[in-house]
């Protein structure tokens, strides 16, 4: 079955404890991308990455980092979580970034920093 | 850049009835196209419906439509005959390059 998979659903942790939010994708798309959802302000794109090796920031960048080693992954890394970034996260991936290409979108993660 | 703008947070409907999201957009692209997505609870994010934009012809997709227009940079999600499993949060987007989302209405459908 062609997903993608976001773990962990659900986390709760303290500020400034490092965190590892994972993504995988079995569909060979080129282009993956993270996403915030945040009341009043729909999802607005963290960072993405349009193929291994290659990343660069979206809209919201700030307290994020990402890696593409392999096509198929890329964790969403929060260094030093902060409570302003409890939100829930979204991953996704597309075939590319043409005009009208279709997002494929994890389950989601709720993550809360306290 | 594009933006796009829902002005209704929240919006209700009685089962079997009828009812219109709405969505605005600004983009300075001439081929484009534009998205609804629904979120159930599970928070699963489904295309519901696309649009092309040099497309004349609004789309549908069973109970849904889109009233899409153009020039008014307006593009509308219309659920006929809503059912119980309608209910979700509804996002309407621009996918070009990354997308670029609404803030969402919340629909809630009454039995």
């Known amino acids: 079955e062609a997903q993608v998979t976001q773990n962990p659903r659900y986390l709760i942790t303290v500020t400034g404890k490092k965190l590892t939010v994972t993504c995988s994708q079995n569909?060979?798309?080129?282009?993956m991308s993270w996403y915030r959802q945040d009341p009043g302000l729909g999802l607005r794109q963290i960072y993405y990455?349009?193929?291994?090796?290659?990343?660069d920031k979206g809209d919201v960048p700030e307290g994020y980092k990402v890696s593409r080693k392999e096509k198929r992954n890329f964790p969403l890394i929060l260094e030093s979580p902060s409570p302003n970034q409890t939100s829930l996260y979204f991953c996704?991936?597309?075939?590319?970034?043409?005009?009208?290409?279709?997002?494929?979108f994890g389950q989601g993660t709720r993550l809360t920093v306290v | 850049a594009q933006t796009v703008t829902q002005s209704q947070p929240e919006m209700s409907v009685q089962e079997a009835e009828t009812v219109t999201l709405s969505c605005t957009y600004d983009?300075?692209?001439?081929?484009?196209?534009l998205f609804w997505y629904k979120q159930p609870p599970s928070r699963q994010m489904i295309l519901v419906i696309r649009?092309?934009?040099?497309?004349?012809q609004n789309a549908t997709e069973n109970r849904f439509s889109v009233n899409f227009q153009k020039a008014a940079k307006s593009f509308s999600l219309k659920i006929s005959d809503s059912q119980l499993g309608d209910a979700a949060m509804y996002f309407c987007?621009?996918?070009?390059?990354?997308?670029?989302f609404g803030q969402g209405t919340i629909l809630t459908v009454h039995p």
């Open positions: 569909m060979n798309h080129e282009y």
């Open positions: 649009q092309e934009a040099y497309k004349q």
């Open positions: 996704a991936s597309s075939q590319g970034q043409g005009v009208g290409t279709e997002a494929f």
């Open positions: 990455s349009m193929n291994v090796e290659v990343t």
């Open positions: 987007a621009i996918p070009y390059g990354k997308l670029t």
């Open positions: 983009t300075s692209e001439s081929d484009y196209y």
